[in-house]
């Protein structure tokens, strides 16, 4: 399934920024956590999802984990665990 980050504004709107990224399904306005939110909103791939993490619903990023597959091979080359 396709997945898209989908802005929510405050009570003034796009003029005033975004207050959380939430993450739906295809093509739907309604967020996995089961916010609705404005079918103009602006829309983010979700592979950008960890950039503003304090605009980030918490909810909506724990069911994409849920869903999304762990693939090993995606962090071989990434940054290694430091020593405890």
């Known amino acids: 399934m396709e ?49 503003q993490p304090n605009l980030s619903c918490h909810t909506c990023g724990a069911l994409l984990l849920r869903e999304s597959p762990y693939l090993p091979a995606e962090h071989e080359d990434g940054p290694k665990p430091s020593a405890w």
């Open 3 to 51: 997945h898209q980050m989908r802005a929510e504004y405050g009570p003034n709107g796009r003029s005033a920024g975004v207050k959380t990224w939430h993450i739906v399904a295809g093509d739907t306005g309604t967020a996995m956590c089961g916010k609705e939110l404005q079918p103009d909103s602006e829309t983010r791939d979700p592979a950008q999802w960890g950039q």
